[in-house]
């Protein structure tokens, strides 16, 4: 459909111009808020992104949990999942916030240790074997398919050196692993993770690469 260069509205014509940058404002309040661990602190994590006040910030707490411990997992070094350690990873970083409230979030995740059970090595999982159990989980439980992906999607960022979620990314993490999981079947999970994906950024610097070693 043609845009039309101008608007009626009570009567008057609305200039193209104006149109315009009306377009690009809503364009720009419907993205979900990010969550930079650089520029929030302690008390701003608990107090707001938390308890899902900050407006247009669309993650829920577990969500946001389970991608800082995804996060926290691949700058620590690992190349496994911890599957029953997302509430004492949590309970720790709670801990750490209250008693540090004025620190980024980003040295306080970064600076926790905490109860890791269970680990799954990321690097002996094929990738097309993890998708099949992922796409059955999608099936019967999805909101358990969706918090692994939030893990997995931290722990990407974390491996690329970024460190800012965008909930608005998550879907599209998810298809572009989905898509490498497919056209390359043999490649373990943690290749997958390390391969560029579009809600991925590029990997910054030589921390970045070394994790891809």
């Known amino acids: 459909m043609k845009r039309p260069s101008n608007v009626r509205r009570s009567g008057a014509l609305l200039p193209a111009a104006t149109l315009l940058v009306l377009a690009v404002c809503l364009g720009t309040a419907a993205r979900a808020v990010d969550l930079n661990l650089a520029a929030v602190n302690c008390a701003k994590y608990e107090n707001e992104?938390?308890?899902a006040s900050v407006p247009g910030y669309s993650a829920d707490s577990i969500d946001?949990?389970?991608?800082l411990f995804g996060f926290a997992t691949a700058k620590?070094?690992?190349r496994v999942m911890y599957g029953d350690s997302l509430r004492a990873f949590g309970f720790a970083l709670d801990s750490e916030c209250k008693d540090n409230p004025t620190h980024s979030l980003l040295d306080a995740v970064l600076s926790i240790?905490?109860?890791r059970e269970n680990p799954m090595d990321l690097t002996h999982l094929e990738c097309a074997t993890f998708e099949t159990r992922h796409?059955?989980?999608?099936?019967s439980d999805p909101e358990s398919a969706k918090t692994l992906t939030m893990w997995l999607f931290g722990y990407a960022i974390g491996l690329a050196g970024s460190h800012i979620f965008s909930p608005d990314d998550v879907q599209t993490f998810d298809t572009g692993l989905q898509n490498h999981c497919t056209k390359q079947t043999h490649d373990s999970l943690f290749d997958a993770l390390s391969a560029p994906n579009p809600a991925v950024p590029q990997a910054v610097g030589a921390a970045a690469q070394a994790h891809r070693r």
């Open 76 to 78: 620590a070094g690992d």
């Open 49 to 51: 992104f938390l308890t």
């Open 64 to 67: 946001t949990v389970m991608w």
């Open 113 to 115: 240790t905490s109860k």
């Open 135 to 139: 796409q059955n989980l999608e099936k």
